[in-house]
């Protein structure tokens, strides 16, 4: 009687585990948004923006391979603007493979958007040291990088946060930056945890970093965020006074290389100044 308990306990932890994997390295759900802003130029058109985050390149569930095909899948969104929120490399205590910042960044020069891809780092693109060689690595494949600076693209203006997490965030100097470049911003972060350092001014935060728990458990959800602010900012759109703060999911995994309830995602965002004022909504 034990013996089959075993063996059926076993059995169920073995289909956990794959199924776990199955779902870390499957495409990523497309998600879709659209965002009035106020500030919209008149006559601009809508911009199509996709948000990537965690990308985690990394053996065994995220290759430079995976990779690639995710890029084919942006491609084929259309999207007038990439935007990716940090995480791009990988450290890890379970991992068949680590690459390094030239592998992890090479699939990206495969993007195509008609104002390009802007990234901001996160937290395990610095190493202990709070060094990284990360940036000259995406600057070679076409990419933007943003540390707590602006640029405008279009009509929008991404004001580019650089990691709090290892003491590279300086609040004023994205706010100065910002100030000198017109139209509506947007903030890209790794971590949705500076949105209440933020000056009122930015009604928008794009963000990654808490994988949507990556474990989500049944009735429970994650038991762990990688947050300051536990579930307040846990995943999708979250709508503040005066601020929405949207988190994707991302693409790769830290810790181990599974997905439990948290299926790997981009968002599809479109930007324009439809309506009266900024209202996010889901279509």
Request: hydrophobic share 45%; aromatic share 4%; with cysteine.
């Amino acid at each position: 009687m034990m013996k089959r308990l075993f063996l059926l306990l076993a059995a169920v932890a073995i289909g956990i585990l794959a199924l776990g994997y199955h779902t870390a390295t499957r495409d990523p759900v497309v998600r879709r948004l659209n965002v009035h802003m106020r500030d919209w130029p008149a006559g601009a058109p809508p911009m199509r923006v996709v948000l990537l985050s965690d990308l985690h390149v990394a053996g065994p569930d995220t290759p430079p391979a995976r990779l690639a095909r995710i890029v084919a899948q942006v491609n084929a969104l259309r999207p007038d603007l990439v935007l990716i929120a940090g995480d791009i490399e990988q450290e890890r205590t379970i991992s068949t493979r680590v690459y390094d910042a030239a592998e992890a960044a090479a699939p990206l020069a495969g993007l195509k958007a008609r104002y390009g891809t802007v990234a901001v780092l996160g937290n395990h693109d610095y190493s202990i040291a709070g060094k990284t060689d990360l940036p000259p690595r995406l600057v070679a494949n076409g990419l933007t990088v943003l540390r707590n600076t602006a640029v405008r693209r279009g009509a929008l203006t991404i004001a580019g946060a650089d990691d709090l997490y290892h003491g590279k965030f300086r609040a004023d100097r994205l706010d100065r930056a910002a100030r000198k470049l017109d139209g509506p911003t947007i903030v890209l972060s790794h971590t949705p945890d500076v949105a209440p350092m933020l000056p009122a001014r930015f009604p928008l935060v794009f963000a990654g970093h808490t994988h949507c728990g990556q474990i989500s458990l049944p009735l429970i959800g994650p038991p762990k965020t990688a947050s300051r602010y536990g579930r307040r900012y846990t995943c999708g759109l979250i709508r503040e006074p005066g601020r929405d703060v949207l988190v994707t999911a991302g693409i790769g995994t830290s810790g181990v290389p599974l997905r439990i309830g948290a299926v790997p995602d981009l968002w599809l965002v479109t930007l324009d100044g439809a309506a009266d004022g900024r209202f996010a909504k889901l279509p």
